[in-house]
């Protein structure tokens, strides 16, 4: 049977993008992005990635809204989607990852990626600058990282400038903080979201320049 959804449609931006093929990567100023699920075989850009971001689900009830506000039937559980995107992490094979985790998961994620890489460690940091989680920090190489404490968005703004060298992944884009602080900083970047109205956000200012989270033109970092 067929869900039918209302709402969820951010600020409209989707209505400008009707032209586009969804299925289909779509090339940005400094990256490439594309509407797709975790669950999904990964397209091969997302493969170039170097280094992955990402703040995926933390909870079934997290889940739930993330399948609800895409206007998608659920594919699986906050266990099958953590499993499937440490499995699409280790496929990228990058050689560091910054997870954006909670109380409800960062045990079990930071177990999943000491099984990938050799150092893990995780950072008390916070997101909205009041609501504490963690970022976990997962690399080839031992690393001492300027992050303890750091808001989320702060985090992404290191991560983009202090990573110019590398294309930074994200499997769970949502309205692109990553690839707007990559693009303001000249960084590239590849992502994946399964919801068209939070990609349209980005997209609107992949070309116009107006912040997803604002509203306003955001032009510098």
């Known amino acids: ?66 399948y609800t506000k895409a206007e998608k039937e659920k594919e699986g559980d906050i266990a099958a989607f953590s499993r499937r995107l440490i499995e699409a992490i280790d496929e990228i094979g990058p050689r560091e990852v910054f997870l954006e985790t909670f109380k409800s998961n960062v045990d079990d994620m930071e177990k999943a990626l000491r099984a990938i890489f050799p150092f893990v460690r995780r950072y008390n940091t916070t997101y909205y600058k009041t609501h504490a989680n963690f970022i976990l920090h997962a690399a080839k190489q031992e690393s001492d990282l300027p992050i303890e404490g750091m808001d989320e968005e702060a985090i992404v703004k290191y991560i983009a400038t202090s990573r110019k060298d590398d294309i930074i992944g994200d499997p769970c ?15 590239r970047f590849v992502g994946q979201e399964l919801n068209k109205n939070r990609l349209c956000e980005f997209l609107t200012f992949d070309r116009e320049g107006i912040n997803p989270f604002t509203g306003k033109r955001k032009d510098a970092l």
């Open 1 to 66: 049977m067929t869900r039918t959804f209302k709402g969820y449609k951010y600020s409209g931006q989707a209505e400008k993008y009707r032209e586009l093929d969804f299925s289909a990567p779509i090339h940005c100023r400094l990256g490439t992005v594309k509407v797709g699920s975790i669950f999904a075989p990964l397209p091969d850009f997302m493969k170039t990635a170097t280094v992955i971001y990402c703040d995926p689900p933390c909870s079934n009830v997290n889940i739930n809204t993330f």
């Open 173 to 187: 884009f949502g309205r692109g903080i990553i690839g707007m602080y990559c693009t303001l900083a000249g960084t």
